[in-house]
């Protein structure tokens, strides 16, 4: 998968579950037109995230002999491991804002699941796929 279409992805994510946390807590019509506002910065953090974090581990340890789902075996555990507790930490030190949680829970999740698009093989077009087998 790109990084486009990953980070992308992952800021819909992670906009889903940061409002749905929100907004199941204390719905206000009022906050509607802040859930489309919230996509830039979110897009943004998902993007420094994505860039900063988990793109590097693909491009320095992608080699012949160690492709991308041998990376994701070795450095995924260790990297959710850190996550699960800078997120953790995050959330203990706010003392139960919401927003802040939701926030914490929204990376931990769509970073989780970045690293899944990124190991996911690309699919084969239906027409491509009859002509590799005649």
């Not at 995230?49 to 991308?68: D, H, K, M």
């Not at 939701?102 to 239906?126: C, D, E, G, R």
Request: charged share 10%; aromatic share 20%.
């Amino acid at each position: 998968m790109s990084i486009l279409s990953n980070i992308g992805k992952s800021s819909l994510l992670a906009m889903s579950i940061f409002w749905v946390i929100n907004l199941t807590y204390d719905f206000n019509w009022d906050y509607i037109p802040f859930v489309f506002l919230s996509l830039i910065p979110i897009y943004f953090c998902c993007a420094i995230v994505i860039l900063l974090t988990i793109c590097p581990i693909f491009w320095f340890s992608v080699s012949e002999g160690f492709n991308r789902q041998q990376i994701f075996k070795t450095y995924f555990p260790i990297y959710a491991i850190i996550i699960f507790g800078l997120c953790s930490y995050g959330i203990y030190k706010t003392k139960t804002d919401i927003f802040a949680i939701s926030f914490f829970v929204s990376a931990y999740i769509s970073t989780l699941h970045s690293w899944m698009w990124f190991v996911k093989p690309k699919k084969v077009n239906q027409n491509e796929q009859t002509t590799l087998c005649k």
